[in-house]
């Protein structure tokens, strides 16, 4: 199994976090377990270009899938991601606010949706996957994927915000601040920047930096499992271990050690590795 992340070149830096590829081929019998995926700071673009997935909200029982290329928005619930066998995933993941400066679409509009891509981008989008799975080298791959981003690039509705800067900053920071704060580092007042915030990322930013917090508290945990709650706690920014464990209440309806118990079942287990990234 392959989970591995690249940076993007620096001609699409300014709006691509990361680009994440996932590859995998299960030959046992009998399907993979389920996939909980938790709500994460990110919007993103996924090619499958192989077995497509199925997904399942948990909070509203929405059912949708087995489409070939994605677009969602920032999620506010858990999905239950089913995967085929024969897993080839290339997933790019938007700096904040990098959705927006590419197709100027209000992200509340996709907010805990799962899109067709094909609807939004250009024609191009169409033949991505095929020429990805004529590549033989991941590199190639990841060469594929950017170059449909860089025409798209020339085709951008929106120029890069300071918010967009300021919310980008926090993903090398380990200390996640205050809206107030975080609106004075966007040169704007702590109104302004909310509903500036809201229309470039789709969600308040007082639930933004919640996720935040809580994305680091999960993947500390996974990266390093003999730590106890308290201490990922502190580390991560939360008062005390009840505030982290309200978090993970809100975000997935479970307690820390139970959300867990069923990610360490997630198909990626079988191969010996975990959701770090």
């Not at 080839?88 to 907010?111: A, C, D, E, R, W």
């Not at 609807?119 to 996957?129: A, C, D, H, K, L």
Request: proline share 4%.
């Amino acid at each position: 199994m392959v989970l591995q992340e690249y940076k993007p070149s620096l001609t699409i830096a300014e709006f691509i976090r990361t680009i994440r590829l996932v590859h995998y081929n299960y030959t046992s019998d009998g399907a993979l377990p389920l996939k909980a995926y938790p709500p994460r700071p990110e919007h993103c673009l996924s090619f499958y270009a192989r077995d497509c997935e199925t997904v399942e909200y948990q909070h509203t029982g929405t059912k949708t899938g087995n489409l070939s290329t994605v677009l969602f928005g920032q999620q506010t619930e858990v999905t239950n991601r089913f995967v085929g066998n024969n897993f080839l995933l290339l997933q790019v993941v938007f700096k904040p606010g990098g959705l927006f400066q590419l197709t100027g679409i209000p992200s509340n509009q996709l907010t805990n949706q799962y899109i067709d891509a094909h609807t939004i981008f250009s024609q191009e989008i169409r033949y991505v996957n095929d020429k990805i799975n004529d590549c033989k080298r991941f590199s190639e791959m990841i060469q594929v994927v950017e170059a449909f981003l860089i025409n798209e690039y020339k085709r951008r509705s929106c120029a890069v915000h300071a918010i967009d800067i300021a919310s980008t900053n926090l993903f090398s920071k380990d200390f996640i601040p205050g809206v107030d704060e975080l609106a004075k580092s966007s040169y704007l007042s702590t109104r302004q920047f909310e509903r500036q915030f809201k229309l470039r990322m789709g969600v308040s930013p007082k639930y933004f930096l919640k996720v935040m917090r809580f994305e680091n508290a999960f993947r500390m945990k996974n990266k390093n499992p003999q730590l106890d709650w308290f201490t990922i706690a502190i580390a991560c920014g939360y008062y005390d271990y009840q505030h982290l464990a309200r978090d993970y209440k809100d975000l997935t309806g479970l307690s820390p050690n139970q959300f867990h118990e069923i990610d360490s079942k997630a198909p990626e287990r079988l191969f010996g590795e975990a959701d770090t990234y």
